[in-house]
């Protein structure tokens, strides 16, 4: 391995994905495509692109840029994704940046009803 | 939020996977849905477990633990994914274990042609 | 670079620190040596090593296993680590585990004074 | 917890430290403070900032803006921190950047050597 890959491939860095998500997101009604183009957009976020057009998601899979498009319009019609308006209020100007927030929100919301199960279990348990 | 939720949250920990691969597996001849099965893989591994049956990793996915049988072993074939013998000499006792060297690998030798490739335009560059 | 040493490097993973701790471990009262104990720990805890030794920690950093174990009981006395006993049912075997739980409760607590505090800020600027 | 603090935590993501650095660093003649500002270093640059001052580091830990210059110096002297000069070829303009290469190569040589001695006694064993 030439020296140069490893660095490039450090420099490159890790994207990191919790492991709740990947465990649920099936529950969540995201299938592994979906799964995909949210894990391609976070990592376009983290790296400062913060609205990938769907061109630039196509270029890294195996899906054209129109199928990224309509990937892109289930996830904010199912509410995993939003798009945002910025106003740079200095020099008014307007710009517009995906955001994973509703995703989260999901999540905590899944993560919420499971630990009442769980609670309910428990108490069913112990009045028994 | 509830704070147990959050707790669970971290205890599950996240899983890293490197942006050169989040980049560059649709040139390794990998599709999204075999990309997903072996971030599956390597979260489970890294979790301690190294054989996930494929009705481990269905049961966090959309596709039946079937296809997941039909994509390891395509996996496999296509050379980004390995079984590899354990002997543990104490106990005699044989298992098997997953492991994605032959992704490592694959992908040493894609960054590798590319660094050769830009070298050569450089060079070709300053030549004229 | 070899390419066992690439494989190596791959397989030994990568630890997750969450941004939001980097920034603020001085907040909550931790120092760097503090700091880097707990991470350590976090790495040996992710690694199925669920109660490392002073000496271990020790082998991994510059300080003794005697000052390792000092700094252990600064952090479980400012409560951002705990002992916590784990029993096997089936065998009746205890064991210790060491938990980083109190540290993400202590980070809850603090994001959650922050949000009061932009949130009051927020309405006395909107009442002015 | 607030949903809010959750989010938030989100937004501010995580930074990978790869294992074999953590397991490692000491070999290199780093001590834990040391390590620590390569640490944030990390963080300043992945979040797209490259070149953190002593201030927006110390800000961060329990130094001084002059400890912190005086690690950077330190980091910088034992070849594991560099500056580079980027120019801006369109706007003429200069700007500098600290990058972790040097240290990425140092731990390539060390896993290299590691693998050395490893095939070495290999081989020493199955000589005798």
Known sequence: MKKESFINWMDMGNISI????LMNYTRLGLDEQEMMVLVHMHSFIESGNFF????QLSA?????????????????????????????TVQRIYSETYTL??????MIRL????????QQEKQQHEEM
């Not at 919790?18 to 998500?21: F, I, R, T, V, W």
């Open 52 to 55: 990938p057009t769907p061109g």
């Open 101 to 106: 927030r509703p995703l989260w929100e999901k």
């Open 18 to 21: 919790p492991n709740a998500l």
């Open 60 to 88: 890294r899979m195996t899906i054209s840029a129109q199928q990224c498009m309509q990937v892109l319009r289930t996830c904010i019609q199912k509410g995993m994704l939003k798009i945002e308006e910025q106003e740079d």
């Open 111 to 118: 993560l919420d009803e499971e630990n009442v199960e769980q």
